[in-house]
């Protein structure tokens, strides 16, 4: 069965440090989303994806926060420099184009900024 | 402003019934998404909503009122391994989605 793949799975960084997410969607997906999961509360969206445009990173703090998807297929999200408030699981997730309301979403990369 | 509103947690009974309320308030509305997410682990899809009605996918069944900006998941037949956080998600435009906070589902014996 395809799956969202991610990696690392745990990432402890020290404030002011830089990080690296990667991402590989499901094979023909052309949705890629980036959400970030603090405890308790619900997915929040960071940047969406349509193959290796940006069409929405409305949420994305872009003074600290960057992602690419540079062949429309895998992606990187990067954080530069960390801060202790990036704590947070982050989250990939793909879609068929025409079918966002269902979103596949990867293990994630539990971030732990000290 | 954007807002969705669900109950933050829902205790039952192994076999019980349990209906997740879901309002909403959002500048754009596609369509109720439903997901699953056991502790740890990722959100899984469970069911969608674009029109008014009633859509059943075996022990789990969504309802949506567009009019009432309203939704819930009915969860029967209540399992251990239903316990988890449940989440409602407006589809706001073509691809994105809006979560709620969530919702924590206890099943006990």
């Known amino acids: 069965e395809a799956e969202v793949a991610q990696s690392p799975r745990y990432k402890i960084t020290e404030k002011s440090q830089a990080v690296a997410f990667w991402c590989d969607p499901i094979?023909?997906?052309?949705?890629l989303y980036w959400y970030r999961q603090i405890l308790g509360q619900g997915p929040e969206l960071l940047v969406q994806f349509q193959d290796e445009s940006v069409v929405d990173d409305s949420q994305l703090p872009k003074d600290r926060f960057s992602a690419e998807r540079l062949k429309g297929v895998d992606s990187t999200l990067k954080i530069q420099p960390a801060e202790l408030g990036d704590s947070a699981m982050y989250l990939c997730?793909?879609?068929?184009?025409?079918?966002?309301?269902?979103?596949?979403f990867g293990p994630g990369t539990r971030l732990t900024v000290l | 402003g954007q807002s969705l509103e669900q109950p933050s947690e829902v205790t039952a009974v192994e076999g019980a019934i349990v209906q997740i309320n879901c309002t909403y308030q959002?500048?754009?509305?596609?369509?109720l998404s439903w997901y699953q997410q056991h502790d740890g682990g990722a959100p899984t899809f469970l069911s969608y909503n674009a029109l008014d009605g009633l859509e059943e996918t075996g022990r789990f069944s969504s309802f949506l009122s567009r009019s009432d900006s309203y939704g819930y998941l009915l969860l029967q037949e209540l399992q251990m391994k239903d316990s988890a956080s449940y989440f409602c998600?407006?589809?706001?435009?073509?691809?994105?989605?809006?979560f709620g906070a969530g919702t924590q589902v206890v099943v006990t014996p």
């Open positions: 094979s023909g997906h052309a949705t």
């Open positions: 997730a793909s879609s068929n184009r025409d079918r966002g309301h269902e979103q596949f």
């Open positions: 998600a407006v589809r706001e435009s073509w691809g994105k989605l809006q």
């Open positions: 959002t500048s754009g509305f596609y369509g």
